[in-house]
């Protein structure tokens, strides 16, 4: 069973600034990762997938890095549409989320 | 376009089953996955499984296995998921997500409520 442990839970930006957001997997996924955007009441949205590849429609503010364990989610210059809560997700041995982060205004 | 429509809310009691689904629309249905998902107030996302719309092979998860079927209708390109053996912790949002191969989840319905209350 793969764990997912995102950091920190709740990241305090001001719009325009920079946030990153850390993933890390109990074990090695390889590049088996996606990031999905949460907004209230809606249903998640796919960012990346491949760890660092963005889906369709996704801003270029929005990238991610890593393989193995570690995996970062960075938004260059946070707008106001991301305040949101942001899960990574494995995909290399089965499917299993993290926790969270949220980011909000600061 | 690409599109999920989920089946209603629904309240149900303890020990009941609730049965839910998802029609595709805007895409070949027998090209992909679909799976489901639930959460929790407060909670990440956690999956119960995935079916192959083609043939109707499942995988569940560990937590679910037993308790949850999931079947999928090609002449209607609409899938099922039903949960039994109901309890107030099985409340949550469940949502069908399009998978990608055994990849990501590319596209979500918008969510089912559910709610387990006597």
């Known amino acids: 069973e793969i764990l997912m442990t995102q950091s920190p839970a709740t990241l305090s930006v001001s719009p325009g600034e920079g946030a990153t957001l850390s993933c890390r997997a109990s074990?090695?996924?390889?590049?088996?990762l996606a990031w999905y955007q949460q907004k209230p009441g809606q249903a998640p949205r796919l960012l990346i997938y491949?760890?660092?590849t963005r889906a369709t429609g996704i801003p270029a503010r929005f990238s991610g890095s890593g393989s193995g364990t570690e995996f970062t989610l960075t938004i260059s210059s946070v707008q106001s549409e991301d305040f949101a809560i942001y899960y990574c997700?494995?995909?290399?041995?089965?499917?299993?989320f993290g926790q969270g982060t949220k980011v909000e205004i600061k | 376009q690409v599109q999920l429509v989920q089946s209603g809310a629904e309240l149900k009691k303890p020990g009941a089953s609730v049965r839910i689904s998802c029609e595709a629309s805007?895409?070949?249905?027998?090209?992909?996955?679909m799976h489901w998902v639930r959460q929790t107030p407060g909670q990440g996302p956690e999956w119960m499984g995935m079916?192959?719309?083609?043939?109707?092979?499942?995988y569940y998860a560990q937590d679910f296995q037993g308790r949850v079927t999931m079947t999928s209708d090609t002449s209607t390109s609409t899938v099922h998921m039903e949960l039994s053996s109901l309890t107030s912790e099985d409340t949550a949002v469940y949502y069908c997500?399009?998978?990608?191969?055994?990849?990501?989840?590319?596209?979500w319905g918008e969510g089912t409520m559910v709610t387990v209350s006597s």
């Open positions: 805007g895409y070949t249905f027998t090209r992909y996955y």
């Open positions: 079916i192959n719309p083609v043939g109707g092979t499942a």
């Open positions: 997500a399009r998978g990608v191969d055994w990849l990501y989840m590319d596209v």
């Open positions: 074990q090695n996924i390889n590049s088996n």
């Open positions: 491949g760890a660092s």
């Open positions: 997700q494995q995909y290399n041995n089965y499917w299993r």
